[in-house]
């Protein structure tokens, strides 16, 4: 799960144009992230994502294209990765798709009872409400900081649970008050790795197509299931 995750996960949420300068604490950020959440529909964005290892001191860059779409209750997610090692993943429902079409295979990977997690993660505060992040995290104001020209409320996320915490020491979100809007991201490990994740070109409750929450397979696809 710690691979996927490092390859799929996101992190920003929506708000509301009036929240700005509300967002100078704490309470202010999360309730412009709780009214963008009212409103949530849809979301798209370009985004890279620099994955930084430690031990051989080395970064791998990946880019592309990000959708969400509310689904009832749910939020689901695709990330189309358009990097030399192209890969397209999808999160709906109860399932998360892997979609390497070099290769032309799908891995699937079914959350269980982790599901709450895989959606921690993976569709972390899109259209989700800003409070609800004091459900799984620590919640800390961290300041307001500038962020490729915006100034950003900086939040410190650290996990409750133990077993999320052995994978992140600490999630860092950096929000726009505007619009409720989280521009960049780190997750750090306790191993000392990390990702940082940029986001640019950011769309809010724009007509996304539903083809871009299909994976687009062969006749000859194999599907691997690791955990069955």
């Known amino acids: 799960m710690k691979t996927l995750i490092s390859i799929a996960v996101v992190a920003w949420v929506l708000g509301c144009a009036t929240a700005g300068l509300q967002a100078q604490s704490l309470e202010g950020a999360l309730n412009a992230m709780d009214q963008a959440a009212a409103n949530f529909r849809t979301a798209q964005c370009d985004f890279v994502w620099d994955q930084y290892q430690k031990v051989v001191d080395d970064h791998d860059y990946q880019k592309g294209t990000m959708y969400f779409r509310r689904q009832g209750n749910d939020v689901q997610m695709a990330a189309d990765i358009t990097s030399l090692d192209k890969k397209y993943v999808l999160f709906t429902g109860n ?56 100034n950003a409320a900086k939040l410190e996320l650290t996990p ?8 992140f020491q600490t ?17 750090s490990e306790p191993s000392g790795d990390y990702r940082i994740a940029k986001y640019s070109n950011i769309q809010i409750n724009h007509k996304i197509s539903g083809d871009v929450f299909k994976l687009k397979m062969t006749g000859h696809t194999k599907v691997i299931r690791p955990n069955g």
């Not at 999630?171 to 997750?187: E, H, K, M, N, Y």
Request: net charge neutral; glycine share 12%.
């Open 95 to 150: 399932l998360v798709s892997v979609y390497q079409p070099a290769i032309d295979q799908v891995t699937e990977y079914n959350p269980g009872k982790n599901k709450a997690d895989f959606e921690s993660f993976l569709v972390l505060g899109f259209g989700g409400r800003g409070h609800d992040l004091e459900k799984s995290f620590n919640v800390s104001y961290a300041g307001m900081e500038p962020i490729d020209g915006v």
């Open 160 to 167: 409750k649970s133990p077993r999320v915490k052995g994978m």
């Open 171 to 187: 999630i860092t979100l950096w929000i726009d008050p505007a619009r409720g809007v989280s521009v960049q991201q780190r997750f």
